[in-house]
């Protein structure tokens, strides 16, 4: 069903509708005028004519020129008088020629002359040709001004439909072929945050009664191709709401306030088909901060962006629908967006680890036919970095392949093709990695975990892994800490340590170095700084030198106002240098004491990719990893420890 569409789509028709009246008409004239009153002939013979003449039987004589090379074929045609029609005829036709017509106006004159009362009436009919090209000229003389005018009044009428159209939503609107959660592999976290969601839209009227506020907007993050839309939508098919799918640059037009009501006619027509999902694709599009840029911003897109908080604002949850939108870089957000009430919900899709890849794969080679033989996780292990859509256009890659040779199934050597394919992709070139980088990668992630179980006071590693994250430029690591505001001076010491743990793994592991640590070393020194001008944990006391207009936590960039002589700076920077090297030193001696740790989980990590806590804990508790052990043994015949 698709109630937005239909009731105003019908102007064609009428316009259709009239021209036909009118030819139609055109038609009838022709012959009204030209064949007028011809129920019936009867042919007569010049001498039967002159007879009915002469007995007063014919009221009018119609001579028309039909042809012939002199001017003398002429057909003559006629009515009777009343009382004097032969049955069913009313008129009577003789073709004569020319010399003989003499003939007959000398006989009708003859009895005009007798019968003065009742003349027969003589008509000559100037000659016209009944032909084709005939009636397309009058058809084409009464009908082209009608049209004419008809086609002015609709491009008319049409314009100010266009323009009508232009304010309406573009939003398209599906309910076909539903995605289920089935078809988003891998996403386990993020598809359970979205069960609440679903019940919800399925029974609006269960969360109203007990009063609870259900978020009405769920701003999903991640890269492209990492399935965001695709999990939108299979929230609506799970859900089984119709979903409202527009990009916020549908939004953004030439023309000032379009976007703005577009807005509103979107959640309009939402509303009417509530429950239901809205999804707002590329938000940052329509959703930046205002009051960004350059010569006073957009004004368009503000506006915009105020009629969508605005409408945000304006239906209460219980409506039953929910917002959702996807963005690639929350970072660049209206502040004003993300407020409770609005996209107060966030879930970050990752990039897949190795498990997701492997099933992801799966998933989509449901429709494809692969070699039996070929084994999921071998694949997996060879593309790290693929997202969700770069693994589907891997396969529809290998799939080509394949059909282009003639063959039945898609072969590894098909994949493997195709992976290459995909990978040296200008887009992609940047996230393949060597297996020697993947192991350094894996040490200095590993050596942050390493810190982070041994030093007393670190916070606690969450997660970490290897996979590449393209926005960081670097491999994005692992997951801190709990959000917090006060630190004790230990704490920020066992942060700086752990910030320093993956380039001391580097060094004792590989003799090298790499640049992988820019981002620690940034975060370090910060930290150190900041200890020491503005928390006065050094030994220059208590002294704030530096203030700061953000917060260091949240690695906003901020202006310092510099207060203190060049002297002093050469006191901060040894401060700074002093507690960086106290801490790597730590780091270098916690490391070396747990070599086996580090040896274990970075070995782990080139394996699986991704470690959760609890799979860390387990390293470190007994050197190994069960799940992924026994899977090793159950799924997989070839050897992978090295
Ligand atoms: P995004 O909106 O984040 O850019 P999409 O949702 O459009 O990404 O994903 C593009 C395609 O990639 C999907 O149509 C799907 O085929 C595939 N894909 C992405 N993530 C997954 C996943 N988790 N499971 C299965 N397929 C996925
Ligand atoms: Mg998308
Ligand atoms: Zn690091």
């Known amino acids: 069903m698709n109630k937005q569409q239909g009731p105003k789509r019908s102007p064609i028709r009428p316009d259709y509708l009239v021209i036909l009246i009118i030819i139609l008409l055109a038609v009838g004239m022709y012959f009204f005028f030209t064949q007028m009153m011809q129920p019936g002939v009867v042919n007569y013979d010049e001498p039967g004519l002159?007879?009915?003449?002469?007995?007063?039987?014919?009221?009018?004589?119609?001579?028309?020129?039909?042809?012939?090379?002199?001017?003398?074929?002429?057909?003559?045609?006629?009515?009777?008088?009343e009382g004097n029609k032969p049955e069913g005829y009313g008129s009577f036709t003789i073709i004569l020629f020319g010399d003989r017509l003499d003939n007959l106006y000398d006989v009708i004159s003859l009895y005009n002359e007798a019968n003065p009362s009742t003349p027969v009436k003589l008509n000559f009919v100037p000659h016209v040709t009944v032909d084709f090209w005939n009636i397309i000229t009058t058809i084409l003389l009464v009908a082209a001004p009608i049209v004419l005018v008809i086609i002015m009044f609709r491009s008319m009428s049409s314009q100010s439909n266009r323009a009508q159209d232009f304010t309406k939503n573009r939003a398209k609107v599906s309910r076909g072929k539903q995605v289920k959660f089935a078809d988003v592999a891998g996403a386990d976290e993020e598809k359970a945050e979205m069960v609440e969601l679903i019940d919800f839209l399925k029974n609006p009227k269960k969360y109203t009664d007990m009063g609870a506020r259900v978020p009405k907007g769920v701003l999903l993050v991640g890269q492209p191709g990492t399935g965001k839309t695709l999990l939108a939508k299979a929230v609506a098919g799970e859900a089984d709401v119709p979903f409202f799918s527009i990009s916020g640059s549908d939004f953004v037009e030439l023309y000032v306030g379009v976007g703005a009501s577009r807005v509103r006619d979107l959640f309009k027509v939402a509303k009417q088909n509530a429950p239901c999902i809205i999804f707002i694709d590329e938000i940052d599009a329509v959703g930046r901060q205002r009051g960004a840029g350059m010569g006073g911003g957009n004004d368009e897109r503000e506006q915009t962006l105020n009629q969508l908080l605005v409408e945000m604002d304006g239906f209460s949850g219980n409506l039953g629908i929910i917002i959702m939108a996807a963005t690639n870089r929350p970072d660049v957000l209206d502040p004003a967006l993300l407020r409770p009430g609005r996209f107060d919900r966030q879930i970050t899709m990752q990039v897949p680890d190795q498990k997701s890849r492997e099933e992801i794969l799966k998933v989509h080679a449901r429709s494809k036919k692969l070699d039996p033989s070929i084994k999921f996780s071998e694949i997996a292990m060879?593309?790290?970095?693929?997202?969700?859509?770069?693994?589907?256009?891997?396969?529809?890659e290998a799939a080509l392949l394949a059909a282009r040779e003639n063959r039945t199934v898609i072969s590894l050597q098909d994949i493997d093709e195709a992976a290459d394919r995909v990978t040296m992709g200008p887009a992609k070139k940047s996230r393949k990695y060597t297996p020697n980088e993947k192991k350094m990668v894996a040490y200095h992630e590993a050596g942050h975990a390493v810190i982070g179980l041994k030093v007393n006071s670190a916070s606690v590693v969450q997660k970490v892994t290897i996979v590449p994250r393209g926005r960081a430029g670097g491999y994005a690591l692992y997951t801190p800490v709990e959000e917090k505001f006060n630190y004790s001076k230990s704490e920020l010491i066992a942060m700086i340590t752990s910030a320093l743990g993956g380039r001391v793994a580097e060094e004792i592991v590989f003799d090298d170095v790499t640049t992988g640590a820019y981002d620690d070393f940034k975060r370090a020194t910060k930290l150190a700084r900041s200890m020491v001008t503005e928390y006065g944990m050094s030994d220059l006391g208590p002294i704030q030198y530096e203030s700061d207009s953000g917060n260091v936590f949240l690695g906003r960039d901020y202006l310092k106002d510099k207060n203190f002589s060049d002297a002093v700076a050469l006191e901060i920077d040894k401060e700074v240098r002093s507690i960086i090297t106290e801490c790597y030193t730590n780091a270098r001696n916690v490391i070396n004491e747990h070599r086996d740790l580090l040896d274990n989980i970075a070995k782990y990590l080139i394996l699986v990719e991704t470690l959760t806590k609890s799979d860390i804990d387990e390293i470190a508790s007994t050197g190994k990893l069960l799940w992924w052990d026994n899977r090793e043994v159950n799924s997989d015949a070839h050897e992978n420890s090295k």
């Open 50 to 81: 002159i007879e009915a003449i002469n007995d007063g039987k014919i009221a009018t004589i119609r001579s028309e020129y039909v042809g012939g090379d002199n001017y003398n074929l002429w057909e003559i045609t006629g009515t009777f008088t």
């Open 382 to 396: 060879r593309i790290p970095g693929f997202t969700g859509a770069d693994i589907e256009n891997l396969l529809n």
